[in-house]
């Protein structure tokens, strides 16, 4: 394989892109089941947000997922996989209150952020372009949706 990019950080950037995915995926599935599960005063508004959030991080596992592969290695697809290399924690087993709910998909979307941020220089020294362009949508959305759901902590 020859796209201009050494195997050594082909590697490297396909093993960063997997935690990405695994942090995108799990935190997705949290997401998801906060939507089902959350209830109290704020049940309209958070359900409604909560399915906003996890459908924006279904259609991203697909391309950070893709991307992996284009480089030429095999992307994670199993709940072990995820679990050995994601940095959010799995979704509590007992579902938390609403503002409970919130304060965790904060740190949830500042941990994926965190992850994509530190794959980054990596990608720009290997002249990755698309990877770079990948991390940098990722960091937009999830910086973003960060600061909605902290909106709603402050009193």
Known sequence: ??????????????????HLLADTYT???TTHNFHWNVTGAMFNTLHLMFMGQYTELWNAVDPIAE??????????????????????PDVPSVPPK???????????????????????????KAS????CD?????????????WMLRSLLEE
């Open 1 to 18: 394989m020859n796209i201009g990019i050494s195997e050594k950080d082909r590697a490297a950037i396909a093993q960063g892109l997997s």
């Open 134 to 146: 990948l991390l940098t949508q990722r960091l937009t959305v999830h910086e973003q949706t960060a």
């Open 67 to 88: 991307r992996i592969r284009s480089l030429g290695h095999v992307a994670p697809g199993s709940y072990a996989d995820f679990s050995r290399l994601a940095s959010v």
């Open 27 to 29: 935190l997705y599935l």
């Open 98 to 124: 609403a503002l409970e709910m919130v304060r965790i998909l904060v740190k949830g979307h500042e941990a994926v952020a965190r992850t994509a941020r530190e794959l980054f220089p990596v990608a720009d």
């Open 128 to 131: 990755d372009e698309p990877t």
